[in-house]
């Protein structure tokens, strides 16, 4: 969707011009130029930042121009108290939760920054290279952007008037990856200069970046345990239902630009322009190879038990019930007992490769004045963002029967497989298997938003007043072609030399260790999946006709919606007994009018549906600092947030799909327009130390979150067909409370060259429950909230000194819950005396097992313009390693990378 839209911003900028219209002289004031240099530069700038701040803000600053402490946005924000985050499938750094909630209203200087038709932003779309500097704020005041329950991230980038003087920073950097065991390039150029022009000072940057990145990230996984007595019968045991792994691994290149435009017409009055482009293009694929055991005809013999033993439900297919067998008590309760190894005979297995042809673009623009006068500041902005991901998938599944498997699910806290002489290595007897599948997609999200903001001095204790305005209109919009077929004449039946398919068909995907050792085994050739005529031969042979699938109109969502927010806020200050407390309190008063749109299949018709809401909240904020001394200072803080619903969930549609493959649940996606929005009271209260050579900070946080929107899976009958259909609901409500301690020191008092070294870390301990009400869809009520570790640490050292610098830093979190797997079909324990209550479903959740991993870096100054740095990510090789449930039930071992760079900056 693309919305072309007019606007006049003459009288805001009118405004600004008259108040300044007496001001003609040439000069201005001098802009001191803010660029620190240096790990410890950059560490003292975080924590004048985060002492002067009316919020609850921790910041990182960039030691230099294009040099962020971390090589990723998201990878630096992990060093944050109370931030935690998550590796993706291409290593990359994802997953940014603030205090356990990803609910956070990302900001770029100050604007509303997201991607495509989400509420969020993705924070790898922007590389650190262009940053200057990121504020995560805590606690809201009114003047922010309303939306982030879980805090504001505001992104900083360089500004001309930041330089004193033509300025020049080209930046190479070397990547090697060992999965990959290939060097990748990312190179980085900053321009930016100042003129004394007719009509004032004029400054103009132009800061540009592109990186290219192969990746590899093997994964085993011992996915849901099935009951031997199906297939086998052999009552009393359970072994895992397949035996598989999967290798994420392609290249994708992240090209970004920006520019800004500044010009001081007079002292007080400034105009300004902004321009950003990230982007993201990827050719890349998941191939899997998976051995499965329960299908007919095939052979097992049982290792030893585990001793791991516990009552369960069990369907008549050797699984949890699900809801329909449940209320028809089609089931019976069984003690099993784990046996992590066993050997299978004449086992169907096959390979698929999951081809991707991904890309994004976002752009960002913006148009604003600002006046500063003696007491009064003015501010007028309009920006627009346009946001557009586009992904086509393309997957064909190959296979054969395997005549010996061994399986060992308990290796080392993961899976351990071998088929002797690597079968799937070889084309004889390969067979098209389960289907072809297409899914094509695209996702977008426009917004213009038009902002207002004043602020005047007074000389009370009220010391500034502020007010603004904002309008948002923001769009999205979502289509998906989605359509799958079984393999010609089923499954196993017709063989791949028999389709005249030749060897540009196949291709060999890299090994994953933990399988055949490492051994590569035949895949459908990823690039023949992504070529027009390799597409056209399989749906041919598939029965499709030729080209891409249209976009299915069942599939087809949109939105509209319209933002109005005000604010009015006031600073203060006064003494009280030699000690001064300052602070604001504020309002910010908001109303949302959204038309969505969708549609579903009822009873084989298309049925479009559209609904249209408004909602209204009044934010109110309250911040104080006590400053007790030149040294100490304590903060309180309370705001009242908000998070709107995304628009995926609010989508009033329902699509479903029959799966091709017999070992994947029919699945489906609902959403429900009647969503509210998420409600937080948040509550801040801070100590703190500063002194000459560092600070140390302690505080205590409380949230309590109402209309949690959970998404709830059960079982619906659609023309005859079970699926298991995914709903939201504003069911739940979750409480978060925990503690966070901060510091830094430099080692000043130490003699000579030992001075140059320093200390900084952090730790975190969370506590967050989910509550709200009792229901089947809350069954979570009283687990913590996903995603979130309980403890949580950063430990770092670092030098600087004669023109060498180096840091280490440790980061751990412990264990947490990834995935909610209560609606699945995994076996699991039941309480002897609710085995039979057909209401209850026992809560199965997927853990990811405690890990650390440490990161480095040297740079060494050969020259004033010239800079040199080594460092690695990941240098220990740490893996992350997950189980369902039960410790003793592993699911997988993900091969996390570790990444060596050398680089070179040049300033001139």
Not at 273 to 299: C, L, M
Not at 343 to 354: E, I, K, P
Not at 413 to 421: C, E, H, I, K, N
Not at 832 to 857: H, T
């Amino acid at each position: 969707m693309k919305r072309h839209i007019a606007f006049c911003t003459a009288s805001a900028f009118g405004l600004l011009g008259a108040a300044a219209q007496a001001q003609t002289t040439d000069q201005r004031t001098e802009v001191e130029e803010i660029i620190v240099t240096g790990i410890r530069g950059s560490l003292e700038a975080a924590a004048d930042i985060k002492r002067q701040s009316v919020q609850v803000v921790d910041s990182i600053v960039a030691e230099d121009i294009g040099k962020f402490p971390d090589p990723t946005t998201a990878a630096a924000l992990q060093r944050v108290p109370g931030v935690q985050v998550s590796i993706g499938n291409n290593n990359e750094i994802v997953g940014v939760l603030i205090r356990g909630l990803s609910d956070i209203q990302t900001t770029l200087d100050g604007r509303e920054l997201f991607s495509t038709n989400t509420r969020n932003f993705q924070f790898q779309d922007l590389p650190a290279d262009a940053l200057a500097r990121v504020d995560v704020i805590k606690s809201a005041t009114a003047d922010l952007i309303e939306g982030g329950i879980a805090g504001v991230t505001d992104l900083r980038l360089h500004k001309p008037f930041d330089f004193n003087e033509p300025t020049v920073v080209v930046g190479a950097r070397a990547n090697y990856s060992t999965n990959v065991e290939e060097v990748n390039p990312q190179l980085s150029v900053l321009l930016t200069d100042r003129w004394n022009t007719g009509i004032g000072e004029l400054g103009a940057l132009l800061n540009v970046s592109w990186s290219d990145t192969d990746y590899s990230r093997p994964v085993t996984y011992a996915p849901i345990r099935r009951s031997t007595a199906f297939r086998f019968n052999q009552p009393g045991f359970m072994v895992q239902n397949v035996a598989g792994g999967v290798n994420h691994y392609g290249d994708y290149q992240r090209p970004q630009a920006n520019a800004a435009f500044q010009l001081q017409a007079t002292d007080e009055l400034q105009f300004y322009a902004d321009a950003v482009f990230t982007g993201y293009r990827s050719e890349n694929q998941s191939a899997f190879v998976e051995t499965q055991f329960f299908n007919p005809n095939t052979g097992m013999t049982l290792g030893g038990s585990s001793g791991d033993c516990f009552l369960a439900r069990v369907s008549p297919s050797g699984l949890n019930p699900n809801a329909v067998e449940l209320a028809s008590h089609n089931f019976t309760v069984q003690n099993l007992c784990n046996v992590p190894t066993a050997s299978f005979t004449n086992a169907t297995a096959f390979a698929s490769a999951q081809s991707r042809d991904e890309e994004t673009n976002n752009y960002l623009g913006a148009l604003g004045a600002r006046y500063q006068g003696e007491r009064l500041d003015l501010k007028g902005e309009v920006s627009f963002q346009d946001s557009t991901f586009e992904q086509e998938i393309f997957i064909v599944d190959i296979g054969k029967r395997i005549p010996v498997t061994n399986v060992n699910s308990d290796f080392n806290q993961g899976g351990l497989y071998d088929a002797p002489g690597n079968p799937l290595g070889s084309a004889d007897g390969m067979y098209l298997r389960n289907g072809l599948n297409q899914n094509f997609n695209k996702a977008n999200g426009d917004q213009i938003a038009i902002a207002l903001d004043g602020a005047y001095r007074l000389d009370s204790f009220i010391t500034k007043l502020q007010a603004g305005v904002r309008y948002a209109d923001r769009g999205a919009e979502y289509d998906q072609a989605q359509v799958n077929r079984a393999a010609p004449g089923g499954d196993l039946a017709t063989l791949v030399s028999a389709t005249g398919l030749g060897d540009e068909f196949y291709a060999s995907m890299p090994g994953i260790p933990r399988i055949n050792g490492g051994s590569s085994v035949l895949i459908p050739n990823p690039d023949y999946l992504r070529s027009a005529a390799g597409r056209d031969r399989l749906r041919q042979i598939y029965g499709f006709g030729a080209g891409d699938p249209a976009y299915a109109p069942e599939r087809h969502f949109e939105a509209t919606e319209k933002t109005y927010a005000a604010y009015l806020q006031a600073s203060y200050e006064f003494n009280v007994g030699g000690t001064v407390i300052d602070g604001v309190v504020g309002v910010r008063p908001t109303r949302t009018e959204r038309t969505i749109s969708g549609a579903g299949i009822v009873s084989n018709v298309l049925t479009p549906v559209t609904a249209d809401t408004t909602d209204s909240e009044v934010l109110p904020n309250f911040n104080a600092r006590w400053v007790l001394s030149e040294d100490w200072q304590a903060r309180f803080n309370y705001a009242k947030t908000m998070r709107r619903p995304g628009f995926d969930s609010l989508n009033p549609g329902i699509s479903y799909i029959v799966a091709t493959n017999p070992n994947v649940i029919n699945s489906g996606n609902a959403g429900n327009p009647d969503l509210k929005p998420q409600i937080s009271d948040s509550f801040d209260v801070t100590l703190e130390y500063y002194f000459k050579s560092g600070f140390l900070a302690g505080g205590v946080y409380y949230r309590d979150i109402k209309d949690r929107v959970i998404n709830g899976t059960t079982a619906e009958v659609i023309d005859g067909i079970t699926y298991n259909i995914s709903r939201p609901r504003n069911v739940s409500a979750a409480e978060l409370s925990g503690v966070e301690v901060s510091g830094q020191m430099f080692f000043d008092f130490l003699p000579g060259a030992w001075a140059g070294f320093g200390v900084f870390g952090n730790y975190t301990w969370a506590d967050t429950e989910v509550t709200g009400d009792s229901s089947a869809t809350n069954s979570l009520k009283g687990f913590p909230l996903q995603g979130v570790s309980e403890h949580n640490f950063n430990a770092g050292l670092l030098y600087e000194r004669s023109g060498l610098s180096a840091r280490m830093v440790y980061t751990y979190r412990s264990k947490y819950y990834d995935e909610d797997l209560t609606g699945g079909n995994a076996l699991r324990p039941i309480e002897a005396d609710r085995a039979d209550d057909l209401s209850y479903n026992p809560v199965w959740l997927g853990y990811v097992r405690a890990a650390g991993r440490l990161d480095m870096s040297v740079g060494y100054d050969i020259t004033d313009t010239v800079r040199v740095d080594v460092g690695g990510t990941n240098i220990l090789g740490s893996k992350y390693r997950s189980y369902m449930g039960e410790s003793f039930f592993n699911r997988d071992y993900r091969y996390d990378d570790s990444i060596y760079t050398v680089g070179m900056r040049v300033r001139f």
